[in-house]
């Protein structure tokens, strides 16, 4: 393995090269010595409490699918590698890396002394288990992996770990920032019968409702569809406890978004959650106890097409209906706010792209349109299409609503069908089952192009994600994304993944929205929120979060 491509450490300075990166002595010092100590919680920490509106389905990070279970997975497990907008990844578990000579092979040394929550330390043997657990069970999380030689993962010492992928892959490391580590010893001892050898079940059963992490918080109550309790790990060596700092997060879970917008007010709940309708924030900001964030994301906004269901399987059909799409309306009175989208990827994590069509809200050129497809009006007429949008987010019913208004006006008859997100997500995999449309956004778990391209080939279809259910194929696309994939240089790379984007717009296997401003009503008392932390969801990782429990718009729990 050449190390000639490594980066360096000086001064205890983080350095960074095309390769990889090295955790300057002293700072790796101060952290494998912070993680043996046991740091003392302050009296009385304050509860933080948090209103979503969808279920959290599992614990098991490998099944987190919709923002706040991910969020929660972030906020239990930690990882090998780190986001960070400006330098993109940083040592986390991981003290450093190699890539070998032919680019596949990834090498990482560890931090000593990091601790799981029942005090165990974090070893290469724990990293190998979770990557093997993860490929052998499959699941939303697995699909972002399937690159990993799973006969390759090799722990030499308890400090070292490799993986070996299949074929070159320049986004592997950002893909890390979805692989969880969890305590192999802990889901052995609660490991039951299954079809996994020694390992059992793996350990599916006990971690669909605990948890078995490393992160700055372990779960202490859990009910799907009420609350996911977090309380405080003191002795998590990444940062430094306050007494703001919460020592219990109580994740309440309501349906009716209504709901969280009341609690909030009363001041029964601290935060409330992003999918509360705009006009409702608006109302909420002009209450001087509260302050609204409003971050741009590089969240791009879709309402996925099935690409295999007529008549959505002509390009005529999928283009009139990109043209019924009134993306300002959405951006400004149902959204609040967002910049209009060119393709699939976002320009924050591909830029420079030229010669990309937007299809302009036009329904005389939707009609024009139609007339080219093979489906005569009166054959259009006689499909009976499904909007799918989560049961509990008004914004997405909305966008659905009014897009399916202005078919109709087209006659193309489309209701809007509310569907619970885990019901859309099983749907999605297979291609008679998959909705006609999904609205849907992507957020940025994994800030490459190719991680959103991927669903524009073969190896997306069946996707436990909206996208995995468009069942669209150009071998011209799948062949640009394969070649950008597999070149180092970023620059040459763009070239590919552009002209992929260009002719994936001509397609139009999707409709392309706009770019999310998300918005996240809280207690004015609430610091700590993240514009972006260079992926989703460590802008919302809680242990920077602070509660300043003196203000007088505070209230704290009965």
């Excluded at 089952?433 to 073969?458: C, D, G």
Aim: aromatic share 10%; hydrophobic share 40%.
């Amino acid at each position: 393995m050449s190390s000639k491509d490594v980066t360096s450490a000086v001064g205890g300075l983080l350095i960074q090269s095309r390769r990889g990166f090295i955790l300057g002595g002293a700072a790796a010092t101060l952290l494998a010595g912070q993680s043996g100590a046991v740091l003392a919680a302050p009296e009385a920490a304050p509860a933080l409490r948090f209103g979503v509106e969808l279920e959290i389905a599992s614990l098991d990070p490998i099944r987190s699918t919709n923002n706040w279970e991910t969020m929660l997975a972030a906020n239990v497990y930690d990882t090998l590698v780190y986001p960070d907008p400006e330098k993109k990844v940083l040592p986390w578990i991981a003290e450093s890396w190699q890539l070998s000579e032919e680019g596949k092979t990834y090498t990482f040394k560890l931090k000593s002394g990091v601790p799981f929550h029942d005090g165990a330390l974090v070893t290469s043997d724990d990293i190998a288990f979770s990557m093997q657990r993860m490929l052998a069970l499959g699941g939303p999380i697995a699909g972002y992996f399937h690159n990993i030689d799973a006969n390759k993962i090799v722990a030499p010492d308890a400090q070292t770990i490799s993986f070996t992928l299949k074929k070159d892959d320049p986004a592997f490391l950002q893909t890390l920032f979805m692989f969880k580590i969890v305590n192999k010893a802990l889901i052995l001892k609660n490991k039951m019968e299954g079809p996994h050898g020694e390992f059992g079940d793996y350990g599916a059963r006990f971690l669909q409702a605990n948890s078995a992490g490393s992160g700055p918080f372990s779960v202490t109550e859990y009910r799907s569809s009420e609350l996911a309790e977090l309380t405080r790990f003191d002795r998590y060596p990444f940062t430094s406890w306050g007494p703001k700092n919460p020592g219990k997060v109580r994740i309440m879970i309501f349906p009716e978004l209504v709901t969280i917008a009341t609690k909030l007010r009363s001041g029964e709940l601290d935060i409330g959650s992003v999918s509360i309708p705009t006009q409702v924030q608006r109302q909420i900001a002009q209450d001087s106890r509260f302050v609204v964030e409003r971050h741009p994301q590089p969240t791009p906004w879709f309402v996925v097409m099935n690409n295999s269901k007529p008549p959505l399987d002509d390009v005529h059909v999928r283009r009139a209906v990109a043209h019924a799409y009134d993306r300002r309306t959405v951006i400004d009175h149902i959204l609040g706010g967002g910049e209009e989208l060119r393709g699939p990827v976002p320009a924050q994590i591909l830029s420079g792209c030229e010669g990309v069509d937007v299809y302009e809200f036009n329904m005389d050129k939707a009609k024009a349109e139609l007339a080219k497809s093979k489906y005569s009006a009166a054959e259009l007429g006689k499909f009976q299409l499904e909007i799918a949008a989560v049961a509990s987010s008004e914004r997405f019913k909305n966008v659905a609503l009014l897009l399916a208004t202005n078919l109709k006006k087209l006659g193309i008859n489309v209701q809007v069908k509310a569907v619970r997100w885990t019901d859309i997500t099983a749907a999605q995999t297979k291609p008679e089952t998959a909705f006609n449309f999904v609205v849907y956004y992507e957020s940025p778990r994994v800030p490459h192009p190719s991680q959103i391209l991927t669903y524009y080939s073969k190896s997306g279809w069946g996707g436990a994600y909206p996208p995995g259910g468009m069942y669209y194929d150009n071998p011209k696309v799948t062949e640009l994304i394969r070649r950008g994939n597999g070149i180092s240089d970023p620059a040459e790379a763009q070239r590919y993944f552009c002209e992929a984007v260009r002719l994936i717009v001509e397609d139009c296997p999707a409709v392309f929205s706009h770019i999310d401003v998300r918005q996240f009503p809280h207690g004015r008392y609430v610091t700590g929120f993240r514009a972006f932390a260079g992926a989703t969801p460590f802008d919302l990782r809680l242990n920077t979060y602070e509660i300043d429990t003196s203000d007088t718009a505070y209230r704290p729990s009965r």
